[in-house]
C-alpha cells in the first residue's frame, strides 16, 4: 500500500515538476526569409543548424534562461558537424555551444519567470538583416549596421524590452 502511494507521490511530483517548467518556458520561431541558405545559431540551446529560403526552425527555451543568443551564419560549408563559416562561425561546430566570431547580428535574450528581456546587438558588427519580436513586445528591425532598434555600443541602455508574461514566443526573422 505505501509503495503505491509512494508512486502516486512520484507521478505527481514529475506532472508538477513538467508543468512549471512549461509554463514559464518560450518558443522561438527562427526563420530564413532570405535569398540564401542561412545557418542559425543558438546558445545556450539550440546549437544550429542550415535554413534554406523559407524554411523555420523551431526552439523551445526552458525559463531562468540568461544571455541566450541567436544568429545567422553565412557561407557556411560542414561534413557532419564540423566545418567553417564564412561571417559568425562558432570555432567550426555546426552545432555552436560558443557565441560566433564577429561580424555578427545578434538577437539577445534572458527568460525570466513572469518576465523576459530582449534586444538586437551590432555591437559586434552586423552580417545578416534581421528583424525580433515577443508575442507581446515591440518588433525590433535591422537591416543595416547602424539601424536604430539596436545596441550599437556597450553604453545603449534603452534598446533592451521586456516581454511580460510566461509562455512567450519569439520570432527571429533572417532578411525581414
Known amino acids: 500500500m505505501a509503495s503505491s502511494h509512494l508512486a502516486a ?16 518556458a518560450a518558443t522561438f520561431n527562427i526563420k530564413n526569409n532570405c535569398p ?41 560549408n560542414f561534413n557532419g558537424n564540423s566545418g567553417s563559416c564564412q561571417t559568425a562561425d562558432c570555432g567550426g561546430a555546426l552545432s555552436c555551444t560558443l557565441s560566433g ?43 543595416a549596421d547602424k539601424c536604430p532598434d539596436a545596441y550599437l555600443f556597450p553604453t545603449d541602455d534603452t534598446k533592451n524590452h521586456a516581454c511580460n508574461g510566461n509562455n512567450n514566443s519569439y520570432q527571429v526573422t533572417f532578411c525581414p
Open 36 to 76: 540564401y541558405t542561412v545557418w542559425p545559431a543558438a546558445t545556450p540551446i539550440g546549437g544550429g543548424r542550415q535554413l534554406n529560403t523559407g524554411e523555420t526552425w523551431t526552439l523551445d527555451v526552458p525559463a531562468d534562461t540568461p544571455s541566450g543568443r541567436v544568429w545567422g551564419r553565412t557561407g557556411c
Open 9 to 24: 507521490a512520484a507521478s505527481m511530483v514529475l506532472f508538477l515538476a513538467v508543468f512549471a517548467a512549461s509554463t514559464n
Open 101 to 143: 566570431q564577429p561580424p555578427l547580428t545578434l538577437a539577445e535574450f534572458t527568460i525570466g519567470n513572469g518576465q523576459d528581456f530582449y534586444d538586437i546587438s551590432v555591437i559586434d558588427g552586423f552580417n545578416v538583416p534581421l528583424s525580433f519580436s515577443c508575442s507581446n513586445g515591440p518588433n525590433l528591425v535591422c537591416q
